[in-house]
């Protein structure tokens, strides 16, 4: 199976140690079913396709939109593959019932242009689902996400884009809220090793590089494999977006 290098940010299926990232992630698309049915939907920012794949799976004609080839296994009928940039999206407008962009705004330092073009592709009936890191968990070392949020401030900027903003949050189980503190530790303690920040000196390819290298080392060290078999979406439950969720769910209705 060939799908883009291994970068510690973005997921592929089949590996053991990122089981409870991609099960964390699963639950976004998992509550997108409810609003897809048969409708087109665009999933943008897809990474590996492996969510829009799960779409199309559960009925939905979907449109997965990167700047990175999907994983072959996520290729489908009825499932449509843009290789395009945030910034200049090739769709014709009001075409979706239904935009999904998840784990996606965190990348972008000004997330005006993404948000224009999620307004303007969605159809005047349609929805929004956004997700993001809630700052307030977040151990805030990925190179990766150059501007992470709390609920107030992701409702306040995607309410300049849509009439509704309704704050939701993805919640932990207590064995993987264990699982996760036992990895910040360990974050925590590798940071220790760097107490000048040469990190932010550092070359970006080079920074980049090591991320992915400690994001292996980290999962390694921090968990007992054998607990975590048996992980699923279920364990990350949506509730309330309060300070002890781990992700930022919004969901966006009535674009301006």
Known sequence: ???????????????????????????????????????????????????????????????????????????????????????????????FSLVVSFQVIEHLADPTRYLDGIAELLRPDGFALITTPNRLMSDGVN?????????????????????????????ASERVTRILEERSRRIRRIMRLDPLRLRERMPRSLVEWLFARFAVLVRRRASNLSLEDDLTWREFPVGPADERCLDLLAICRRPR
């Open 143 to 171: 190179p990766y996400h150059v501007h992470e949020y709390v609920a107030d401030e992701l409702a306040d900027r995607l309410g300049q884009r849509f009439s509704s903003v309704e704050m939701r949050g993805v919640g």
């Open 1 to 95: 199976m060939s799908h883009a290098p291994f970068t510690g940010e973005r997921l592929h299926p089949g590996n053991r140690l990122f089981g409870l990232d991609l099960a964390r992630h699963e639950i976004a698309y998992r509550f997108a079913r409810e609003y897809a049915g048969s409708a087109w939907v665009l999933d943008l920012g897809c990474g590996s396709g492996t969510g829009t794949a799960g779409l199309v799976d559960w009925g939905a004609r979907v449109v997965g939109l990167d700047r990175v080839v999907p994983d072959a296994s996520s290729r489908r009928a009825g499932g449509h593959f843009v290789r395009a940039d945030l910034a200049g999206l090739p769709l014709a407008s009001r075409t």
